[in-house]
Each structure stands twice: as C-alpha cells, then as structure tokens.
C-alpha cells in the first residue's frame, strides 16, 4: 500500500494502479486498495475500468464518505456534472464540511458556471 500511495502521490497512475491491484489482491476486502485503484483508473482516463472498480468499492463500504466523494470526482471528470454532484451530496450528507468534499463541490461549481 505505501509504494501506491508514494506512486499515486507523484502521479504516476499506471504504477498506483499496479500497486493497489496488488494489495487488492492480497487484502481483497480492503476498501483505501479499491478506492485507490479506482481513483488510478480515473486519472488515466480508463473510466471502463474504474467502473467495475467502483462497483467493487461500492459492495465493500457504500456508506463511506469518501467512496461518494471519489465516485463524485469520477464522473466530474467525464463532465457528467450532474452525477457528480449527486455524489458529492451524498458525501457531504456523511460528512458535513469536510473539506476534500467542499473544495469539489466548489470545483464542480467553477466548472459548471464556466
């Protein structure tokens, strides 16, 4: 997990998506792997597979804050504004203020005003 992380980190998403596979593999319920392989897929542009991932995460832990917010934050960048911002409700309902949250929610405003 700490050689996705360091690689997620510095934006090197093939190698986090690699790394997180592992841990994946190893841990199979372990929802910060799911999230983080997810996450790797979305930053590489391959939305056909964080998806499956998501859905994957979703059957772990549906009820956790940062699952709607990186389920948010995947559909904010494929420009589906809408189902982001269901999402990042959602995320704000668990987790009320949090920052990550109110930083994409204010992206997604600047986009959508944009």
């Not at 979703?58 to 990186?70: K, V």
């Not at 990042?88 to 929610?105: D, G, K, M, S, W």
Request: hydrophobic share 40%; charged share 25%; net charge negative.
């Amino acid at each position: 997990m700490e050689a996705a992380r360091t690689a997620f980190e510095t934006g090197n998403f093939g190698f986090a998506a690699r790394y997180f596979d592992m841990a994946m593999t190893e841990e199979p319920g372990n929802i910060d792997a799911c999230l983080g392989l997810a996450a790797s897929y979305d930053w590489l542009y391959r939305f056909d597979l964080s998806d499956p991932v998501y859905k994957a995460c979703g059957e772990l832990s549906d009820d956790s804050f940062l699952y709607h917010n990186n389920v948010g934050f995947s559909y904010l960048l494929r420009g589906e504004l809408g189902r982001a911002s269901a999402s990042f409700a959602q995320a704000r309902a668990l987790e009320p203020n949090h920052p990550v949250i109110e930083t994409n929610l204010k992206v997604l405003r600047d986009v959508s005003d944009g």
